[in-house]
Structure formats: C-alpha cells, structure tokens
C-alpha cells in the first residue's frame, strides 16, 4: 500500500517519544536499507506494544522505498505483514493482554466514522485524513509511522489482528497483506463449489489464492507465464496449470471461469482474460501496473462480464480470513531470513526468485 505524501526527511527529539527501537530502515528513496534505531510512540490508554518475531516482505515494500508510487517519507521502515507476541497494554486496553499473538497488517488507523469505516472497510476510509498505512505515513498526530521491520510496535488495540494458535506465526505474517488481499476478492465474488477460478501468477499473492480458493471448494486454475512452477501450483492445490505464453490457452479456456483473480502488476492484456469468463463472470485486479489498464469494451459487452477492483481487507475480514485459514491449515510457503539479508532479498523478489514470501526473523534485527 502507499500515500502520496511529499518526500520529508523526519527528525524526532528524544522527549517527543517513548525510546528508540532497533529496525532496519532505507535512509533515502532507492537506498539500501541498514540497521538503524526509530522513536517508539509512548504507550497510549488504548494501544498495545507488540514484540515484532517475524515480518514479510511484501513487493509493495519495494516499490514504496524506490519512490514508485510517489514520495516518500524517511527514513522508511517498511514492513505491513507482521506477526508477533503482546508485550504491554495501555491502561484502557480491553481486547488484549500480555502474551496473546497478534498480528498487524497494512494499517494502523483509520477516521472510525465514515460510512466504509463502519461497515468494516476500513481500507476504503473516506473521512477526514483517510486511513493511516502502517508505514511511509503520518498518524493522527503528525509523527511518521514505521512499519515491521523493526523489534517492536506500538499501535491502537482495534488494529491488531489475532493469530490463531493453529497457525505459526512465521507462516502467518504474509497472511495480513497477501493472504487477505487475495481471500477478499475469492470471499466477495463468491468462489466456492461448483465455481471455477484462475489465479492469475503464482507468486507471494497467488500461491496463497490457490490454497484458499482449494479450501473454499472451487475448481482452480493457475495462468502463468511458463509452466515453470506446475508441479508447486498442484501441490498447492491447483487442479490445473496453464501457460499464457501458449495462445492455445486463450482458445481453449474461452468462456471457462465464473472468476479470474489477477495478482500480477505486469502490463498484461485483460481483453485476453475477460474472453475466459463466462456470461456473469468477472476479473478482479490486484496488481497495480505502471501503465493506464485498458480494455475493448466489446469484452465486457459480450457476456456481460465485469472488471473489477479490490484492496486488501478490512478488520472484520482480515480476522475472518485468519480464522478460516486456521482452520484449513493455510500458511504462507515462506524462505525465513535474518535482517542482513533484506537487501539481497529485495534483489531476488524482483528477479522473481522467491517460493514464494520472504519472511525476516525479527529477532536478528
């Protein structure tokens, strides 16, 4: 996720906050990122300070250090998919208790009062501020927020998700972005028995929308580039595995899915997907490409298909989707690594070689 905030470099005295936290942060747009120490909020009536174990590393982390999705604030901790253990509650905390494991996704905030926020949509905020992302924003009251990558959190108690004990924590960071950034669209437009869906990539997004449109009962199909990750997309639960390289595919799945879930931000050519769903169907985009999406209008007419958008998830549903995958035992397929290889990991996230979540050990912070 992302703001549009302009570039400010954030200096902060020691009596505006609680201490100073060991985190890896990028000092600048493009740089790499070394250890540093950030300030700690202080302890708040209604916030909980979480003890950070592990914390993915989500390909949005990099386009936000790299300033493409416009400026940015820093230093920049990034890091929205973090998983971790409660290690204090302010005095009016009711929800949490030392001890329990929670989990904080891509925000931290939100206005409370407008109509999405209400309704549990807390992404789509529409009042006064907007949300408030985990990191490369400002909260409410004008200091920076910073994000995983660090040993510790402080945020308000109603932002913290909690982690089932049937999930590993590990496992189950990349679940608060990835996971319910695919389990939003899968839930909302119904996959389910006697439902065919195609995931669109598999990668830190789509292999998890493969376990979880499994689970829900519908009929998978993984479209990639190559055949070269088939054998992981059926063991992770595909029923089939096609290669959009091939122009057969298009011929031969035309008018096939009821659902296409598209994870990857590559320039693809959603005429071609549309023409693979049914009368009804729809293609949901997650990616954010870089280029303007375009379609012919003939694609949508024809079928009465629908393009659709969706972001993330709400509280309500991000809980949901922890819940649900606790009890279908999905995690995240993950490579764990200490924090001194975040900057070779960021290299290999965009040569796409990773299967299929990088997960930093907090602890090696």
């Known amino acids: 996720m992302t703001n549009t905030t302009t570039t400010d470099t954030v200096t902060t005295t020691a009596a505006a906050d609680a201490g100073r936290i060991a985190a890896y942060a990028a000092p600048a747009p493009g740089a790499p990122l070394e250890r540093t120490t950030v300030p700690r909020r202080a302890l708040g009536a209604h916030d909980i300070l979480i003890d950070i174990h592990y914390a993915g590393i989500c390909h949005s982390d990099i386009h936000q250090v790299g300033e493409e999705w416009g400026a940015g604030i820093f230093p920049m901790v990034p890091g929205h998919e973090i998983a971790g253990v409660v290690a204090a509650v302010g005095a009016g905390v009711t929800r ?49 927020t910073y994000g995983g990558y660090a040993r510790q959190l402080v945020v308000d108690e109603r932002y913290a998700l909690r982690i089932p004990d049937a999930l590993a924590l590990d496992t189950a960071a990349p679940l608060l972005c990835a996971g319910v950034t ?53 063991r992770l639960g595909a029923h089939d595995y096609r290669a959009t390289s091939d122009p057969a595919t298009f011929t031969e799945l035309a008018g096939h899915f009821d659902l296409v879930v598209n994870t990857v931000s590559a320039d693809l050519d959603l005429t ?6 049914r009368t009804d169907g729809t293609l949901v985009q997650l990616g954010a490409p870089e280029k303007p999406v375009g379609v012919n209008a003939h694609a949508l007419l024809t079928g009465r298909r629908s393009l659709a958008g969706s972001m993330i998830g709400g509280l309500p549903e991000t809980q949901e989707m922890l ?13 764990l690594i200490g924090a001194d290889r975040i900057n070779e990991a960021y290299e290999r996230v965009l040569r796409s070689d990773v299967r299929y979540r990088f997960v930093i050990d907090a602890s090696t912070i």
């Open 323 to 335: 819940d649900f995958c606790a009890e279908h035992g999905i995690g995240a397929e993950i490579e």
């Open 182 to 234: 695919v389990y939003s669209p899968l839930t909302r437009w119904g996959a389910g028995p006697g439902r065919k869906v195609a995931v669109v990539g598999l990668g830190g997004l789509g292999h998890l929308g493969v376990k979880i449109a499994r689970a829900k009962g519908a009929e998978v199909t993984v479209l990639s580039q190559s055949l070269r990750k088939r054998e992981d997309g059926l």
């Open 272 to 277: 071609a997907y549309l023409g693979l769903l």
């Open 96 to 144: 949490w208790s030392a001890g329990d494991r929670v989990g904080v996704g891509c925000f931290v905030d939100s206005c409370r009062e407008c109509d999405n926020c209400r309704a549990g949509l807390q992404q789509y905020c529409t009042g006064e501020g907007g949300v408030v992302f985990t990191y490369n924003d400002r909260g409410r009251d004008g200091a920076p």
